[in-house]
């Protein structure tokens, strides 16, 4: 498989449903739990580590799952969503490295919440990058993330883990 720089709605659906990377392999979340519509960059140079970086977008439409239910009269985007995307986003790294196995969220070690995403807002950017990755018995990322808001920064994550496994039973 050719590594794309960037991809699109369609492509990440692709993704989900398994056509990406083959069977058995890591797959990103189908909607509504897919938190981003693109990847508008992949690098496996650059970032602030020289390791790889990976960007992605959200479109804020006030029609969007999450705004009905968090929380009725006072919608908002919850946090946990906006760390998830991070973890998403990391984890798409290994597998667009060409390393097989299935993908889990293994951790994060701070994260920092100074803002929020409200129904009015326009475009949610995701900002990843790579730390460090393992290739060997264990394969894993380790990343920073941050997200905005219409170009406001609203939270930070250090240390994500994301790793990728043969097998995801007794997990």
């Known amino acids: ?8 709605t369609q492509q990440l659906l692709e993704c989900a449903h398994g056509a990406m990377f083959g069977p058995g392999n890591a797959r990103l979340p189908a909607p ?12 496996e140079d650059g970032g602030a580590f020289g390791k790889g ?21 006072d919608p908002v985007m919850p946090g946990c969503l906006g760390l998830d995307a991070m973890w998403q986003l990391a984890g798409f790294f290994l597998p667009w490295l060409g390393e097989p196995g ?6 994060v070690g701070e994260v920092k919440f100074t803002g929020q995403v409200l129904p009015t807002a326009k475009r949610v950017r995701y900002e990843i990058d790579v730390k460090r990755v393992l ?34 039973e007794g997990f």
């Open 135 to 168: 290739r060997g018995k264990l394969r894993m990322v380790i990343a920073d993330g941050r997200t905005y808001v219409d170009d406001r920064l609203i939270y930070e994550a250090e240390g994500l883990r994301v790793g990728l496994f043969q097998s995801t």
């Open 102 to 107: 299935r993908g889990r969220a293994l951790g």
């Open 1 to 8: 498989m050719s590594r794309p720089a960037s991809l699109d």
């Open 53 to 73: 970086q990976l960007v992605a977008e959200l479109d804020i439409r006030p029609d969007l799952w999450f705004f009905a239910c968090h929380f009725e009269g």
């Open 32 to 43: 509504p739990m897919l938190m981003f519509d693109r990847i508008t960059r992949i690098t």
